[in-house]
């Protein structure tokens, strides 16, 4: 890949961290994407906002000429399969003609007719998946009057894949909030809330900012907890995460119960731009604290792992929770057992790779 395509790569994926609708997601890739990828149309689906658009490159005009939403076989198919959600083990970027010779197994495929049927284009299909779940697919076409798809354009489109990925999680994420709003349903727990890099509240739902006040049965707010995790976000950062993309998914126990929080962050490395911190929050019953953790842990454990990954000290967590600080040793020597750690640190990594 030249240094030329390479730029307008990052310049796409860092204009796709901007996006917070599908729309404007669309709008971009039909302004920029065949920059990268050469092609002559393509069809998006949207899992959560159920938008199905066919579009082209861009090339004058109004951008509205570029795109068209239309019904399209199959439809049922894709909310079954996003519902449901999709296999981890599956090839999110493959050739049609790779799949209909059977050279890739796809779990599913909702799109199977429509690819064995295509015989005037070379079609390549882009899987949008999120920690398992499917949110939708993006297809491109090119005549057969053009050279086929090559190794280039496979690993350029691949990627794209895990920041498209991500980019349509953030995306389904504001659409459900906004959902939740406009059909006036109160007893959601469901917020959102955005910060600058010097973490100031710059904007957010009302639910969000409600929670914000939230205490934690350590005492504090929720938004002094939010803050911190924020700052451990950004110190644990992988030296070599070139583009800057930090995500962390925590649990957080208030006295309206236990939240959990997602906290999706990336550093606009373009003029005049600077870190963003986009937090989602949405409170869940005491099953799934536990349920949460990929080891068994019982509920007083769950309890007391919330308050180590805090920083409390045993003294700390025994008072909160009521119980002598031999008790809470004792907690902790079982946990430690569980998960083969030995220490705090141990156990707090430990924790973040298994959930």
Same mark, same amino acid.
């Given at each position: 890949?030249?240094?030329?395509?390479? *730029?307008?790569?990052?310049?796409?994926?860092?204009?796709?961290?901007?996006?917070?609708?599908?729309?404007?997601?669309?709008?971009?890739?039909?302004?920029?994407?065949?920059?990268?990828?050469?092609?002559?149309? !393509?069809?998006?689906?949207?899992?959560?906002?159920?938008?199905?658009?066919?579009?082209?490159?861009?090339?004058?005009?109004?951008?509205?000429?570029?795109?068209?939403?239309?019904?399209?076989?199959?439809?049922?198919?894709?909310?079954?399969?996003?519902?449901?959600?999709?296999?981890?083990?599956?090839?999110?970027?493959?050739?049609?003609?790779?799949?209909?010779?059977?050279?890739?197994?796809?779990?599913?495929?909702?799109?199977?007719?429509?690819?064995?049927?295509?015989?005037?284009?070379?079609?390549?299909?882009?899987?949008?998946?999120?920690? !398992?779940?499917?949110?939708?697919?993006?297809?491109?076409?090119?005549?057969?009057?053009?050279?086929?798809?090559?190794?280039?354009?496979?690993?350029?489109?691949?990627?794209?894949?895990?920041?498209?990925?991500?980019?349509?999680?953030?995306?389904? &994420?504001? %659409?459900?909030?906004?959902?939740?709003? &406009?059909?006036?349903?109160?007893?959601?727990?469901?917020?959102?809330? *955005?910060?600058?890099?010097?973490?100031?509240?710059?904007? !957010?739902?009302?639910?969000?900012?409600? *929670?914000?006040?939230?205490? &934690?049965?350590?005492?504090?707010?929720?938004?002094?907890?939010?803050?911190?995790?924020?700052?451990?976000?950004?110190?644990?950062?992988?030296?070599?995460?070139?583009?800057?993309?930090?995500?962390?998914?925590?649990?957080?126990?208030?006295?309206? !119960?236990?939240?959990?929080?997602?906290?999706?962050?990336?550093?606009?490395?373009?003029?005049?731009?600077?870190?963003?911190?986009?937090?989602?929050?949405?409170?869940?019953?005491?099953?799934?604290?536990?349920?949460?953790?990929?080891?068994?842990?019982?509920?007083?454990?769950?309890?007391?792992?919330?308050?180590?990954?805090?920083?409390?000290?045993?003294?700390?967590?025994?008072?909160?929770?009521?119980?002598?600080?031999? &008790?809470?040793?004792?907690?902790?020597?079982?946990?430690?057992?569980?998960?083969?750690?030995?220490?705090?640190?141990?156990? %707090?990594?430990?924790?973040?790779?298994?959930?």
């Amino acid at each position: 890949m030249d240094n030329q395509k390479l *730029m307008k790569l990052n310049s796409f994926i860092n204009k796709a961290y901007e996006c917070f609708s599908f729309m404007e997601f669309l709008k971009l890739a039909i302004m920029g994407l065949h920059e990268v990828v050469m092609y002559d149309s !393509g069809m998006f689906f949207c899992g959560i906002s159920r938008d199905c658009s066919f579009f082209k490159p861009y090339i004058s005009g109004p951008i509205e000429n570029y795109y068209k939403k239309q019904g399209f076989p199959g439809r049922e198919e894709f909310l079954s399969q996003f519902q449901e959600g999709a296999a981890d083990t599956d090839v999110y970027v493959y050739k049609a003609v790779d799949y209909s010779h059977g050279i890739v197994q796809i779990t599913d495929e909702p799109r199977s007719s429509f690819l064995a049927s295509q015989e005037d284009f070379y079609i390549v299909c882009v899987r949008i998946v999120n920690k !398992g779940q499917f949110l939708g697919e993006i297809y491109l076409h090119r005549s057969k009057e053009k050279p086929d798809f090559d190794d280039e354009d496979m690993f350029v489109l691949r990627l794209l894949k895990p920041h498209v990925s991500t980019v349509f999680h953030i995306i389904h &994420t504001i %659409t459900a909030v906004k959902y939740i709003e &406009t059909n006036n349903q109160p007893n959601t727990q469901r917020g959102m809330c *955005m910060f600058d890099e010097d973490l100031s509240l710059i904007g !957010g739902n009302v639910i969000g900012v409600e *929670m914000l006040k939230t205490p &934690t049965i350590f005492g504090s707010s929720v938004l002094y907890h939010l803050k911190e995790l924020c700052v451990d976000l950004l110190d644990d950062q992988s030296s070599n995460n070139a583009d800057n993309i930090l995500f962390a998914s925590k649990m957080l126990k208030t006295t309206n !119960g236990d939240l959990k929080i997602d906290i999706f962050s990336k550093n606009n490395q373009r003029a005049n731009k600077s870190r963003k911190y986009i937090v989602v929050m949405e409170f869940c019953n005491e099953e799934q604290i536990v349920a949460d953790y990929k080891f068994k842990f019982s509920k007083r454990e769950a309890e007391i792992i919330d308050g180590l990954v805090q920083g409390k000290n045993n003294a700390q967590i025994a008072r909160t929770l009521d119980l002598s600080e031999n &008790t809470v040793k004792t907690h902790i020597k079982n946990i430690y057992k569980k998960t083969g750690t030995c220490n705090r640190a141990e156990l %707090t990594y430990v924790l973040m790779l298994n959930k």
